[in-house]
């Protein structure tokens, strides 16, 4: 993989209870992972995240998801290699575009970062409120621990590459 | 005589949930609905008791895409009602913001919402298969216009820098001139734009609207100016209320805005251009007459040109006031509360949009209006609909919705704005 600008994106909305999963991810991540990682939480629109990977070498995307599974759940999705499913990463908004509609479009036009990976993080409760469901804290707390291991391991690999 | 009924549940590539209903019996359309059921949001309630300075602030979160715009309404009423006026570097810094908002809403709706319905494709998915390098210039018209409003507001969604009396910090002059280099990008792409839109079809369809838009001696409209029509009116702003009201109807969660004497009225930008033209800067007028536009232009379906028209307008603008730009001493002018009552208006990318503030003297709301574009253009979309419709109706039912659906984009609704519900009668038996 070639070296280029590593970005985390947190989607969400925090006034929408478990929604506010990925951006509360987000800014966990921002104060452990490296200086020259960017990391993003004021990203609710997919067209917004299609300027942010423009150029962007390795991108992780932390989002809430429905799929019926047990909340706080996590999956991780390649989402070069196979297409997200819409039906777990709807928007709850009617007004903005959701990841995967983003990444269709930014395929579309040749605009998709080296690597994109998405982690769901299965919510319980998106009704109007500040504050995450338990199980759905868990899930946060999960997550960063795996993003923050992965960017560790994906920075020897850059390491091990350049020399 | 058979009758028949068109019905689309969900428009789509609108901002917001609306729906449109038609009833045609023979060859005649009896009626056309636009069905707004958003919930309604009752902002104009909960203002009540807030403080003037909270205004802003709260009012932003009415529109995600059109925030400046409640903003500078907001603070231009509360301003009126406390007797300041911000003038200078700050009133140029205001016009900056609200730049960045027209460009990033009309690159929006030019390329991602409208542009498909020309074009022939469902949605701009399809489009951007074919025309990658238009939606790729349209994403960097929308960053360039949203990187203007975070520069100046601190963030794009809901901006948090914009206060009653100016700002809580001013940019420098360095900070402004890095917009300089993509806003001249921006601006040729406007110009490239306006090109592009003046080769699509459009129907033949014209109406003799009244235009409703601000007007200033001095410039193309953004926060100042008075209320004027194409049919006479002319009006200071803080006499909208003797001149329109809202009215309430069933099938919409969104009350309705009329003129007393004269009924439905039209604002947007081809009501800011009819009534504006000769305020436009050159390179927006020879665009415009270039692409086969009149001073005027009475065909909703040309809105598509008329919003790239005004593009060039906010791009041409944006590089007008930051080479002029001299950091201003203070942020913002101080604003003393006073009993009172004050209106606004300013120009959304949508239309003119009216607010109007009753506060005590410790700066508490104890009334609030708030009238939309979009409110106020429901009257006009659904009697374009009925006309637009009743030329068309030998058409295949589906090209016919299709076409009633492009008819609405024409207006960019913004539906979620529209729902103002003042009162909530609960009748109980």
Same mark, same amino acid.
């Given at each position: 993989m070639r070296k280029g600008q590593t970005v985390i994106v947190g989607i969400g909305n925090e006034y929408r209870r478990d929604d506010a999963a990925g951006l509360i991810a987000a800014r966990r991540l921002r104060t452990v992972v490296a200086s020259d990682v960017h990391v993003h939480d004021g990203i609710a629109d997919g067209l917004d995240l299609i300027n942010l990977w423009d150029g962007a070498g390795y991108v992780i995307v932390i989002d809430s998801m429905l799929s019926g599974a047990k909340p706080g759940t996590i999956r991780r999705f390649d989402a070069l290699a196979t297409p997200l499913p819409a039906e777990i990463f709807r928007s709850i908004s009617t007004h903005l575009v959701n990841i995967p509609d983003a990444v269709s479009l930014a395929q579309a036009i040749g605009k998709l970062p080296q690597s994109l990976t998405v982690y769901g993080i299965e919510s319980a409760d998106m009704r109007y409120g500040i504050g995450l469901t338990p199980a759905v804290q868990d899930g946060v707390d999960a997550v960063t621990g795996t993003i923050n291991y992965e960017l560790r391991n994906l920075a020897k690999m850059l390491n091990l590459s350049d020399n | 005589m058979k009758s028949k009924s068109i019905k689309v549940d969900f428009l789509a590539r609108v901002e917001g949930e609306g729906g449109l209903h038609l009833k045609i019996k023979g060859n005649r359309v009896t009626e056309a609905r636009l069905n707004i059921f958003e919930p309604p949001r009752f902002f104009e309630a909960f203002l009540?008791?807030?403080?003037?300075? @909270?205004v802003p602030d709260i009012t932003?979160?009415? %529109?995600?895409? %059109? &925030?400046i715009a409640y903003q500078m309404s907001s603070c231009h009423a509360l301003e009126q009602a406390c007797g300041v006026t911000v003038d200078g570097q700050l009133r140029e810094l205001r016009r900056l913001i609200y730049c960045g908002e027209w460009i990033e809403s009309h690159a929006l709706h030019i390329y991602f919402l409208h542009a498909p319905d020309f074009l022939g494709y469902q949605d701009v998915l399809e489009m951007a298969k074919d025309h990658g390098e238009l939606v790729t210039k349209a994403l960097r018209l929308k960053k360039i216009g949203n990187e203007l409003m975070t520069l100046l507001g601190g963030r794009e969604i809901h901006p948090i820098n914009v206060r009653v009396g100016g700002f809580y910090k001013v940019p420098t002059k360095a900070e402004l001139k890095r917009m300089i280099e993509p806003l001249e990008w921006a601006l040729e792409a406007s110009l490239e734009t306006v090109k592009l839109t003046s080769t699509l079809s459009f129907p033949e369809f014209e109406r003799n609207y009244e235009f409703v838009a601000l007007r200033h001696p001095d410039e193309? &409209?953004? %926060? @100042?100016g008075r209320i004027v029509s194409n049919k006479g009116l002319d009006i200071a702003i803080e006499e909208y209320p003797r001149h329109f009201e809202e009215q309430h109807v069933a099938h919409s969660t969104s009350l309705h805005s009329v003129l007393k004497e004269r009924g439905e009225y039209f604002v947007g930008p081809l009501a800011r251009y009819s009534l504006n033209f000769d305020k436009l800067p050159k390179p927006a007028q020879e665009a415009a007459l270039t692409a086969g536009l009149g001073k005027t232009c009475t065909n909703p379906f040309k809105s598509i040109i008329v919003r790239a028209v005004e593009l060039v307008f906010a791009c041409h603008e944006a590089l007008r006031i930051i080479n002029a730009y001299t950091m201003p001493s203070h942020p913002a002018v101080t604003v003393t509360p006073k009993v009172g009552t004050g209106h606004g208006c300013s120009e959304a990318p949508r239309g003119s949009l009216y607010h109007r503030y009753t506060i005590t003297d410790d700066g508490s709301i104890t009334a609030a209006t708030i009238i939309p574009p979009t409110s106020q253009n429901q009257k006009v979309i659904e009697r374009d609909l009925k006309e637009f419709a009743a030329t068309r109706l030998d058409l295949p039912e589906e090209k016919l919705t299709w076409e009633c659906e492009q008819a609405i984009r024409n207006y960019d609704p913004c539906i979620s704005c529209s729902c103002h519900f003042l009162k909530l009668k609960i009748d109980r038996e």
């Open positions: - | 009540r008791g807030r403080n003037f300075t @909270e932003a979160r009415i %529109c995600g895409i %059109c &925030p193309y &409209p953004l %926060c @100042e």
